[in-house]
């Protein structure tokens, strides 16, 4: 994988991020290319649901190494991100060494690698193969335990009191994600490569829909991904519907085998997008099923429009 | 300006100038960037200098701007110059005839730089009214040179009454253009020029001063404070202090569980400090000199209120007048408004923090804990300012946290002298926008800085 790396190009990427069906502009392949060259960890913000663990994920594929994930939450501290001794184990070895007459055992016997538990930094540094190693949504963890990450992130190495330092055989491609609940440090974000993702287009998210679910029509996507647009710019939502509740409501809307929105389906099917009381109450009040439709439509319209301009291929609306 | 490194360096002094954090090992990583990529596709380089210099989502569209600007085409290159070059001596003509119209018998008159600003702007009308009062003082009978520290006050004084008429966006204006430049003609009319699109991108309401507010407007500021409040209670569900790096062991519930396994302590038992969860008393300003805001106010009082359960609001002009039965959850926002503007009897008073203040502790002291974070929400401009201090440091000493949110402009801060009085007891921030409110809020407000 080093001399993958080594002789990598972003079109070598490009190729890498489409065949894992991650749709990408050259932004977003120029950043994590220069990541990657640069053995520097990558700093993802956005809003939740625009696809920034997604990339660990495709990284992991792509280059056909192990996927190493932190899930970082409140009160997460060194025991549960680097090691843990495996204290019962150690009690059984001591209580069998007294059993054992023969036996007689020293500290380093009981403080040795088989009684360590790793944890994903512990495993991330120790792999034998470079892997990918997420740390996913640091802003949810206490400023304590992020000034100890940044120390690992800069020398990737570990003191064990008991075994000594560890030193990573290889530089773990490291992908942190946060969705800015919380001002990260700017110590830790000069050690990062920065990327922010946004919403899509609605072209790009028109792409993605037609590149996860190939059985979504032309017309369909190009509706959903329009209306999905419209209510994230029009009305002001407590939680915005991120890709991925659109891919669910495409989902959805193909299992009840539509091939255009209309009123009904999306009154049925409006709970996969907005998943909060006010939020609905904002779009009933604000817009409306018959008021989405209706943007959707005229939204369309011009698009095909401007398509029946480059080409007489069909694209009604 | 003819390497690439000179570049890199120049582009680097003009983030800086606007307000983007770089430091030298992120300027070193953009260089490396640079040796990694192909220098001759825009976008590539563009990414790469993007990736390595800009870490935070708002600093991208004053990094847009200045790129945009600064890596152009060599005659694109002369004609901003030409533009800049006419500007700049268009601004020089003005302070020229500034200094010539400020004059006292002849002689000109020491007036601070900002101030000069301030008349630049002025409209001809009001600037003819200044010359008129020079030129009468200065022919007046009696009349001698050691007058003109009188009149230079007295002009000083009119000028700083124009200064505060000015909105936080012409106040804006005149900082940028105050703003030391760099020196380099190339580098300094792209700051300019990028400071003046503005760098801030993003939903415009969020930068928009909550005093010119619309009506219609209101619908969406409130949905937006309840979405940034939410991030509040994330923030004070947090323990106060970290617990210790390990969980504390439970020796008690230990030593019984492992009985079963005489007295070895194979399986332990751990306990964790209980999270605290802050009290909040919210004390909004709704003076005579608050009313321009209300429109913020009273949804970031609605919002706090609807996603927090303990929490307590209250309003003020020359009392306290408490007001959360108004705010219950699931209440109608314009319902609540209506409400309690026709039923307060402080809605556009006097301002008396001091009264309110005192009323919050003797009246209401079982809220005053140390687990209270005590949000004030005033533009700072009320009656007995030294009684004032001294009851806010009586409280600071009962609550976890004061936090001051001003709605004036920082800019003006140093003309109201109450404010370094009421800063020593509490965190004072600048706070007329929700850019300014989502930053706050963003912060460890429970923990003191």
Redesign the interface.
């Known amino acids: 994988m080093d001399d993958q790396l080594k002789t990598l190009t ?1 079109a070598e990427l490009k190729i890498a991020f489409e065949a894992q069906g991650y749709i990408s502009d ?2 977003l392949l ?2 994590i ?3 990657l ?2 053995e ?1 960890p990558l ?1 993802i ?1 956005g809003a939740p649901g625009v696809g920034k663990t997604e990339i660990a994920k495709v990284l992991s594929n792509a280059f056909n190494t192990e996927l190493i994930r932190l899930q970082c939450y ?2 997460l ?3 549960k991100a680097l090691y843990e001794w495996n ?2 184990r150690q ?2 070895k001591i ?1 069998m060494s007294r059993d054992t007459i023969s036996q007689d055992i020293s500290e380093h016997d009981v403080f040795s690698p088989e009684y360590l538990l790793e944890r994903p930094l512990l495993k991330a540094i120790r792999a034998e193969k470079r892997a990918v190693l997420l740390i996913d949504e640091i802003d949810k963890t ?3 335990f992020e000034a100890f990450l940044f120390e690992i992130l800069s020398d990737f190495q570990i003191s064990i009191p008991e075994l000594g330092t560890v030193k990573a055989k290889h530089i773990p491609i490291v992908i942190l994600t946060s969705n ?4 990260l440090s ?1 110590g830790l ?2 050690r ?5 993702i946004d919403y899509p287009s609605i072209d790009k998210e028109i792409n993605i829909i037609r590149t996860k679910i190939p059985e979504a029509t032309e017309k369909l996507a190009l509706q959903i991904a329009t209306a999905v647009n419209h209510l994230r710019h029009s009305l ?3 939680k915005q519907p991120s890709i991925a509740e659109t891919l669910d409501w495409t989902r959805s809307l193909i299992a009840m085998h539509a091939d255009y929105l209309d009123s009904t389906l999306v009154k049925q099917t409006m709970g996969l997008l907005l998943k909060n009381r ?1 939020d609905m109450l ?1 779009f009933q009040k ?1 817009l409306g099923v018959d008021g989405l439709c209706a943007a959707v439509k005229q939204a369309t319209a011009t698009k095909n429009q401007a398509c029946l301009c480059h080409s007489t291929a069909s694209c009604e609306g | 300006m003819n390497s690439l490194a000179d570049n890199i360096v120049g582009f680097i002094q003009i983030l800086r100038q606007l307000g983007v954090r770089i430091s030298t090992a992120e300027t070193i990583d953009a260089v490396d960037s640079l040796t990694i990529i192909d220098n001759f596709d825009q976008d590539e380089f563009r990414a790469a200098l993007k990736s390595t210099l800009v870490k935070h989502a708002e600093d991208q569209t004053a990094f847009n701007q200045a790129f945009n600007l600064f890596f152009v085409p060599p005659e694109a290159k002369q004609e901003q110059q030409a533009a800049w070059d006419s500007k700049q001596q268009l601004d020089l003509e003005q302070t020229k005839q500034a200094e010539e119209e400020l004059v006292f018998q002849g002689r000109p008159l020491e007036i601070p730089d900002d101030l000069k600003d301030v008349y630049k702007q002025l409209p001809e009308q009001e600037k003819q009214r200044l010359q008129d009062f020079l030129e009468k003082t200065s022919t007046g009978n009696n009349v001698k040179e050691s007058f003109q520290p009188v009149v230079e006050n007295l002009l000083k004084s009119s000028l700083s009454f124009w200064q505060r008429q000015l909105s936080p966006e012409d106040l804006a204006q005149l900082a940028a253009a105050r703003r030391q430049l760099l020196g380099h003609d190339e580098l300094d009319h792209v700051v300019d020029s990028a400071a003046g699109l503005g760098g801030t991108g993003g939903n415009p309401l969020l930068y928009k001063n909550m005093q010119d507010i619309a009506e219609h407007e209101i619908p969406q500021v409130t949905a937006l404070i309840k979405r940034l409040a939410s991030r509040l209670t994330t923030r004070i569900s947090r323990r106060f202090r970290m617990t210790g790096r390990r969980k504390l062991i439970d020796i008690r519930k230990s030593i019984r569980r492992n009985m079963r396994y005489g007295g070895i302590m194979i399986s332990l038992k751990y306990k964790t400090k209980k999270i605290h969860k802050p009290n909040i008393v919210v004390v909004c300003d709704v003076s005579a000199s608050m009313t321009k805001y209300v429109r913020f106010t009273l949804p970031l009082l609605f919002g706090l209120s609807s996603v927090a359960k303990n929490i307590e609001s209250f309003i003020f002009a020359t009392d306290l007048e408490k007001v959360t039965d108004y705010f219950r959850y699931g209440a109608d926002f314009a319902q609540v408004t209506e409400k309690l503007i026709a039923n307060s009897s402080q809605m556009g008073q006097g301002t008396n923090l001091f009264v309110a203040l005192s009323s919050l502790e003797e009246k209401h002291k079982q809220l005053l804990t140390p687990s209270t974070l005590l949000f004030i929400i005033s533009d700072a401009n009320t009656l007995a300012p030294l009684e004032t201090a001294s009851q806010l440091s009586i409280i600071s000493k009962k609550v976890k946290r004061v936090l001051w949110l001003n709605t004036q402009p920082k800019e003006r801060w140093p003309q109201n002298s109450a404010l370094p009085l009421f800063a020593k007891y509490c965190a004072m921030f600048e706070c007329y926008s929700l850019a300014h409110l989502t930053k706050i809020l963003s912060l460890n407000l429970t923990r003191q800085s």
């Open positions: 972003t050259k932004e120029t950043t290319y220069l990541a060259k640069l520097k700093l913000e409140e009160g501290d060194e025991n204290y019962q009690l059984i209580q206490d400023e304590e800015h609940d919380r001002e700017e974000r000069r990062c490569v920065y990327l922010y002001t939502l407590n006010d904002a604000d």
